[in-house]
């Protein structure tokens, strides 16, 4: 049975710092995210443009990664309280990652064959820090990791809600973590001609704009609460709908239909017209290709009213933190009066947003799309 689904707690940890208010903060600022880090340039003696969390967080939790991920998601839960939620009887916890705890790997690694403590072994496992959320909290209702490349969070949105629909949970938290920004990920993904470090953000990632080259590397935790019951929530999930390309490991297609497929299955599994949406929060990454399918969505489904746009200018691309961080923003906007969309810096789409604004009624759409052919839509009421 469908059930109406809220999004009424938020916990963030960005390269703007600690917290979802270091999130709101940095978007409304109009400035990036990321630092010149030192060792991240076309060599090792070279800066490079990357979007590092920063230390912080509870030492007893573990590692950053770790740190990170407790961090977000006590914060939605305590929010999720302030705006009166109470946790069900069956509280659902889905972890959304790609890669593990990969600056703690690499430490390990190195040791070779010399044995690390058992403790600091076992906290490396992608479970553990899962165990210890749901035990801190009590929670023991269903528990799984969705992994879905940079589609990550948007697959774990519309998971929670299958589970909320068929009754599995009555509240599920979902958190996303990626810290894999290390000097090998990045200059991997610089060779594959998508990532750029040698130039600030905002002259390499413009999204929909003319002389985009590709995206600026980041980090994020980000957490939500989702819930059946009536609480002060930020914004409703209305449905949504995810696609599987099947053509390449890395491109996407160039026939854009299975992208397309996507969002309009999206809009009518939430019984949603196309007029309906106001804005599209796009997966906006700065690519080329990107750049050709989202256009190609935009134009071949929504009314030239609608308005797109993308925070990756501002936040960097966090991988599989990504999505649920621009879910995030979305609901942060709603509840703060104001679209936190860049302003952009050449000539562009026409249908994209000229900077920040007061948000119209109207309903959004949030696409990500995953390397090798994850397409997400997820349709959001946060009027």
């Known amino acids: 049975m469908r059930s109406k689904t809220d999004i009424c707690g938020i916990g963030a940890v960005t390269a703007y710092g600690w917290g979802r208010e270091s999130l709101w903060q940095g978007l409304v600022s109009g400035l990036p995210g990321a630092q010149l880090v030192d060792g991240f340039g076309e060599t090792r003696e070279l800066p490079g443009w990357v979007g590092h969390i920063p230390e912080g967080g509870r030492p007893r939790d573990g590692s950053l990664h770790c740190r990170a991920l407790l961090a977000a998601a006590r914060e939605a839960i305590e929010d999720a ?5 109470t946790p069900g009887r069956k509280v659902g916890l889905i972890y959304g990652g790609v890669r593990d705890d990969m600056r703690t790997w690499d430490g390990f690694h ?12 076992i906290g490396m496992m992608p479970s553990t820090p899962i165990t210890s959320l749901m035990a801190e909290f009590g929670f023991h209702g269903p528990s799984m990791t969705a992994s879905a490349m940079c589609a990550t969070g948007n697959a774990a949105v519309l998971t929670a809600k299958m589970w909320l629909d068929a009754g599995m949970a009555d509240d599920v938290v979902v958190v996303t973590t990626d810290l894999s920004a290390t000097r090998q990920v990045v200059r991997h993904f610089v060779h594959c001609g998508v990532a750029v470090t040698d130039v600030p953000p905002l002259d390499a990632c413009r999204p929909f704009q003319e002389g985009t080259r590709g995206f600026t590397f980041s980090e994020a935790s980000v957490a939500v609460v989702m819930t059946r019951r009536k609480t002060d929530s930020y914004a409703t999930v209305l449905g949504g709908a995810m696609t599987h390309e099947a053509h390449n490991a890395m491109a996407l297609d160039p026939d854009p239909s299975t992208a397309i497929a996507a969002v ?62 621009e879910i995030v923003a979305t609901c942060l906007a709603a509840r703060r009066d104001l679209i936190p969309a860049p302003k952009p810096v050449a000539d562009g789409h026409p249908q ?11 309903l959004t759409v949030k696409t990500s799309i995953g390397m090798g052919g994850y397409v997400t839509a997820v349709v959001l009421d946060a009027a």
């Open 81 to 85: 309280g302030a705006n009166g939620w």
């Open 110 to 121: 190195a040791l070779g064959e010399r044995l690390a403590y058992r403790r600091e072994f």
């Open 264 to 325: 309009t299955e999206a809009l009518e599994n939430a019984n949603a017209d196309a007029a309906d949406v106001r804005y599209v929060n796009a997966h906006g990454t700065g690519t080329k290709l990107c750049h050709r399918t989202e256009a190609q969505i935009l134009e071949a489904v929504f009314p030239g009213s609608t308005e797109i746009f993308s925070i990756k200018p501002l936040t960097g691309h966090s991988q599989s933190g990504s999505a649920l961080t």
């Open 352 to 362: 994209l947003m000229d900077g920040p604004s007061r948000p119209e009624s109207g």
